[in-house]
């Protein structure tokens, strides 16, 4: 069984800079998208980022400009960095990995942007 094993969540201050970075626990054939979602209390979740197997992005409008995704598909992983935070990133951020028969998820990763 594929795990998603997620890291780099925390406590960041309003405007810092944080890192989420997502590996699978053994390699996973045919992956297509790789990408990011968050669920903030009280709130739906929401996609945040996508990556295409040819590198093509997408991310949400609230996120433009500030959040870059990234991924490796010679080690399967994926990677969020995000500046300029702000309270409203805060979330449980969740990683996945859509593959030809299935799509693996990670546990979730707190991200908290607070002074």
């Known amino acids: 069984q594929v795990q998603l094993v997620e890291s780099g969540g925390g406590l960041v201050q309003p405007g810092g800079s944080l890192t989420l970075s997502c590996a699978a626990s053994?390699?996973?054939?045919?992956?297509?998208?790789m990408g990011w979602y968050r669920e903030a209390l009280g709130k739906q979740r929401e996609l945040v980022a996508k990556?295409?197997?040819?590198?093509?992005?997408n991310y949400a409008d609230s996120v433009k400009g500030r959040f870059t995704i990234s991924r490796d598909n010679a080690k399967n992983t994926v990677a969020l960095q995000m500046n300029t935070l702000k309270p409203e990133d805060t979330a449980v951020y969740y990683c996945?990995?859509?593959?030809?028969?299935?799509?693996?998820w990670g546990q979730g990763t707190q991200v908290t942007v607070s002074s």
């Open positions: 996945y990995v859509v593959a030809i028969f299935q799509t693996y």
């Open positions: 053994r390699s996973i054939n045919s992956i297509g998208d």
């Open positions: 990556i295409t197997a040819g590198g093509r992005t």
